[in-house]
């Protein structure tokens, strides 16, 4: 069983940085996908981006392509996920996520784990 710890989220003005951590407990990751979804007000929850944790393959949705990164502390049992130039369209709750095995689906459904989610706000 993994566990999923977010943090860093908080409210930036549009234009703006920051980088989200999620911490990983209870098993090895060597076989899992760990990604981040977001969701906005009534709306439904939304891909971000996913990556296999040996770093092989990550997917970006196109609404972040370019402006987010991934990475991973292989020490920590860390993802990262820095956002840059930020817009007021970016403001959502943001979920880590994972799964085992190596495929990187980009539905919500197909994802075993996920933390508690940490909001972030991004002001016009």
């Known amino acids: 069983q993994v566990q999923l710890v977010e943090s860093g989220g908080g409210l930036v003005p549009a234009g703006g940085s920051l980088r989200l951590s999620c911490a990983a407990s209870?098993?090895?990751?060597?076989?899992?996908?760990m990604g981040w979804f977001r969701q906005a007000p009534g709306k439904e929850r939304e891909f971000v981006v996913a990556?296999?944790?040996?770093?092989?393959?990550?997917y970006f949705s196109d609404s972040v392509k370019g402006r987010f990164t991934i990475s991973r502390d292989f020490v920590r049992n860390t993802v990262y996920l820095r956002m840059n130039s930020l817009k007021p369209d970016d403001t959502a709750v943001y979920y880590c996520?994972?799964?085992?095995?190596?495929?990187?689906?980009?539905?919500?459904?197909?994802?075993?784990?996920w933390g508690q989610g940490t909001q972030v706000t991004v002001s016009s």
């Open positions: 209870g098993g090895s990751l060597s076989t899992y996908v």
């Open positions: 990556t296999r944790w040996s770093g092989s393959m990550t």
């Open positions: 996520t994972a799964k085992s095995g190596l495929s990187i689906p980009t539905i919500s459904t197909e994802y075993h784990y």
